[in-house]
Every structure is written in structure tokens, then in C-alpha cells.
């Protein structure tokens, strides 16, 4: 049996960023999609890498990649590396105030349609040298793994790899239309509700529980009315028409309270709000596109957000 080639060290960091794209996203296809590299370019990296350090670093197979116990082990100082090159590659970006590039920006639907795409049109007008790629999902996506450079969120569980910066303050609104109140009256307290025609929003298809708040504590309340919609816009439209009682964010009904259109319900009740946050990958050195994009919508919300807060 052959004995394997002695280890011979690092000599590429390509190398390396090309073994931390792959492990993020346990395929050598979309590693090489993000690194703009051929597969075939990106197999060279890793076969270099294993061979420099003496060890396999992956197990491959017809349709997965993941670690090994050695890849492991590399990838938790690999990403400190990669970490620092960025820090480094930052640095000298942010020395550059003029933001160019491409930029993968992540909304969520309802939010991002209405709120931040006119900011982002505005955004994009202003630096000509940017092009933007947006998603959309109320699913929040892992950035790091993803190659995202900014979303857009409301509320969320803490990250350690992400930066979470406060943009607006936000909150979930109980209302109905006066006609569908006229009909049937308001609800005095959650556990009416059990009474009301309700229109819940579907996830993974089931409906989600509204929340409230009781005596400083969150109460989720079950919800399963005859209309059941998995589009919050879908679930504002059905309101507007009398269907029901209805709980969606201030920033999509905001207007509607204002013009008479919809009333609040349960107000006492009412759960705290989650707010606007934008998150990115945890970097020393913030990219001008990154940046100035949460420094635009940071100005334009100084006076408020354009919902009731």
C-alpha cells in the first residue's frame, strides 16, 4: 500500500476559503456557484488542502459532502482564518466609501415588499455600482450558510455569528373590520375568540398561534377559524372584507387602523412587540454596501417607522 504524501503545510488561503464554502453548504455545487470557481476548480482546492495537511478532510459520496473527524477539527480554525481575511478584506473596502458589488439582501415578504424594496430602489439609484439580489421568505434563512449579506427581521432568536442592529419598534395587532364587528361584537378577551370567526395564518401548514400577553407573561392562543391562508396579505384583504378577526403585524395594517378601515381588538392584551432588526455576519469591518444600506434605512426611520408603534 502506498503510504499517503507527507504533509507539506498551506500555501493557498483560496484553499481554505474554498473547504469552509463547501463545509457551509455540504456541496461542492453551490460552494463553486458562490466562489464563482468550477467544480472542477473547487475539487483542486480541496484535494491541495487534504494533501498540504496530511488528512482527509471530507467524506464524499454521489450526493453529499460532510466532515470528517480531521475536517472537523480544521473547520473550527479555518473559519478564525477566513474570519480574519475578511476582517482584512473589510478593512480596505471600508477605506473606500463608495459601495459596489454585488449584494444578497434577504426580506421577509409582506415587510419587505412594502417597506423596504422602495428603500432599497432608492438605495440602488443612489450607488449605481451596486447590484442587488433579493429573497424573500418569513422563514429565517442562516446567512452564514447562505452567503447573505444583510436581512431584514422581525425580532428573532439570538446568534452569536450574526450582528443585530434595531431598526424600528414593531407589534402584532388584533383587529377586524367595523362590519364584521357590527355583526358579531368584540372580543373582550382571548378565550372569546373561541367564539369568533378567526383568520389564521399557516405555516408549514398549520395555523399559528396568535400571542398575547397575561399578567407579564407571552399566552399563545390557539386559532383555527374556516379560512386559513398562507399569505399574510391574503389574511389582510380577507379582513378588510368582513371575514373575521384577524392578528398581523402593525406594519401591514397600520394604515387601515388609521383610515377606519380596520379596528383593534384585545388592545389590552396585546402581546410586546418584536422589533425591526437588520442582522449580517458578525464582522469587524462592515462592507460601505452593507453599511450604508442599514445607515439609509436608519435615516429615512429617525422620525418613526411608517406604522403605529
Known amino acids: 500500500m502506498t503510504p499517503p504524501a507527507p504533509a507539506t503545510g498551506i500555501d493557498h488561503i483560496g484553499d481554505v476559503i ?12 453551490l460552494a463553486s456557484e458562490r466562489l464563482g470557481l ?42 478564525r482564518i477566513v474570519a480574519e481575511v475578511d476582517n482584512a478584506t473589510g478593512a480596505m473596502a471600508s477605506r473606500q466609501e463608495t459601495p459596489r ?28 455600482g451596486v447590484e442587488a439580489d433579493i429573497s424573500f421568505t418569513d422563514d429565517y434563512t442562516d446567512l452564514v450558510r447562505d452567503g447573505i449579506d444583510v436581512a431584514i427581521r422581525i425580532g428573532g ?50 395555523p399559528v398561534p396568535w400571542r398575547y400577553a397575561s399578567h407579564g407573561q407571552d399566552r399563545p392562543v390557539a386559532v383555527a377559524g374556516r379560512l386559513r391562508l398562507g399569505n399574510t396579505e391574503a389574511l389582510r384583504d380577507a379582513a378588510l372584507a368582513g371575514a373575521g378577526i384577524v392578528q398581523l403585524g402593525a406594519f401591514l395594517v ?33 462592507a460601505p454596501k452593507v453599511r450604508l444600506l442599514i445607515d439609509g434605512i436608519v435615516a429615512r426611520w429617525q422620525q418613526g417607522a411608517p406604522w403605529p408603534a
Open 157 to 206: 432568536e439570538a446568534d452569536s455569528r450574526l450582528v443585530r442592529r434595531v431598526l424600528a419598534p414593531h407589534r402584532l395587532i388584533t383587529c377586524a373590520a367595523p362590519d364584521y364587528l357590527a355583526r358579531h361584537g368584540a372580543p373582550a378577551s382571548p378565550d372569546d375568540l373561541a367564539r369568533h370567526q378567526t383568520l389564521a395564518f399557516t405555516h408549514m401548514g398549520a
Open 101 to 128: 458589488g454585488r449584494l444578497r439582501i434577504d426580506l421577509p415578504v409582506a415587510l419587505g415588499r412594502l417597506h423596504i424594496m422602495p428603500l432599497v430602489a432608492d438605495y440602488l439609484r443612489q450607488w449605481p
Open 254 to 286: 397600520g394604515n387601515d387602523l388609521r383610515q377606519g378601515h380596520l379596528v383593534a381588538v384585545l388592545e389590552p392584551h396585546a402581546p410586546p412587540g418584536a422589533p425591526v432588526c437588520a442582522v449580517y455576519p458578525h464582522r469587524r469591518h462592515l
Open 18 to 29: 474554498a473547504f469552509i464554502r463547501v463545509a457551509d453548504a455540504q456541496s461542492f455545487t
Open 38 to 79: 468550477s467544480r472542477s476548480a473547487i475539487g483542486k482546492c480541496i484535494a491541495r488542502l487534504e494533501q498540504g495537511l496530511g488528512a482527509r478532510l471530507l467524506h464524499r459520496s454521489t450526493r453529499s459532502v460532510s466532515l470528517s473527524d480531521e475536517g472537523r477539527l480544521f473547520y473550527e480554525h479555518a473559519q
